[in-house]
Antibody, heavy 123, light 108 residues
Framework: QLQLLESGPGLVQPSETLSLTCSVS??????????CAWIRQPPGKELEWIAN???????YYNPSLKSRVTISVDTAKNQVSLKLTSVTAADTAMYYC???????????????WGRGTMVTVSS | EIMMTQSPATLSVSPGESASLSCRAS??????LAWYQQKPGQAPRLLIY???TRATGIPARFRGSGSGTEFTLSISSLQSEDFAVYFC??????????FGQGTRLEFK
């Protein structure tokens, strides 16, 4: 079973670029069994899907964030990264790394979650 | 973008009773719907996918039903650990994958 650990800066200045990393253990991400997504949740609010990346490198983005987001994978490090540019206070949220396991093939639901990393955008 | 609307926002129920949570999609999502449970300070936990299939390790008291635009998560014999926030998610037509705003299930 995969285990996910998100890491990030905690506090980001407005207009700067947010960089997050999801470190994966318990399996290789360079297989066709999984794909990874980043999902965020502002305090007390609903979940918002940000992006998906497949083992092939294929990516999908939320249209509302697409111009500012890049998701990438480093198979050598078994890590998935997320970059979000030009952040504002509206980007303050808990950011979760999550995987769709092979057992759910055909269903884009997320059964493996990290604990999340809180990001606050403030000067 | 498909909008997901959950009702009620808050549901007050006593332990041992049953609860029904509703999720409505702005257009048909077929059976491509998932339910998650989230407790304070924790990541969401997948309960149901494919509208009615329980995820691994989910007790049988959780039951998902519905198709198209109307879905229900039913929880029978509520236990203390079931009081949490529940979200629905559609994955029929994306991007974007979209979530409902959540229903908080609380002690009555």
């Amino acid at each position: 079973q995969l285990q996910l650990l998100e890491s990030g800066p905690g506090l980001v200045q407005p207009s700067e670029t947010l960089s997050l990393t999801c470190s994966v253990s318990g399996g290789s991400i360079s297989t066709n069994n999984y794909y990874c997504a980043w999902i965020r949740q502002p305090p007390g609010k609903e979940l918002e899907w940000i992006a998906n990346i497949y083992y092939t490198g294929t990516t999908y983005y939320n249209p509302s964030l697409k111009s500012r987001v890049t998701i990438s994978v480093d198979t050598a490090k078994n890590q998935v990264s997320l970059k979000l540019t030009s952040v504002t206070a509206a980007d303050t949220a808990m950011y979760y790394c999550t995987f769709r396991p092979g057992s759910l093939r055909g269903h884009d639901a997320f059964d493996i979650w990290g604990r999340g990393t809180m990001v606050t955008v403030s000067s | 973008e498909i909008m997901m609307t959950q009702s009620p926002a808050t549901l007050s129920v006593s332990p041992g009773e049953s609860a029904s949570l509703s999720c409505r999609a702005s257009q048909s999502v077929g059976s491509n719907l998932a339910w998650y449970q989230q407790k304070p300070g924790q990541a969401p936990r997948l309960l149901i996918y494919g509208a009615s299939t329980r995820a691994t390790g989910i007790p049988a008291r959780f039951r998902g039903s519905g198709s198209g635009t109307e879905f229900t998560l039913s929880i029978s014999s509520l236990q203390s650990e079931d009081f949490a926030v529940y979200f629905c998610q559609q994955y029929n037509d994306w991007p974007p994958i979209t979530f409902g705003q959540g229903t908080r299930l609380e002690f009555k």
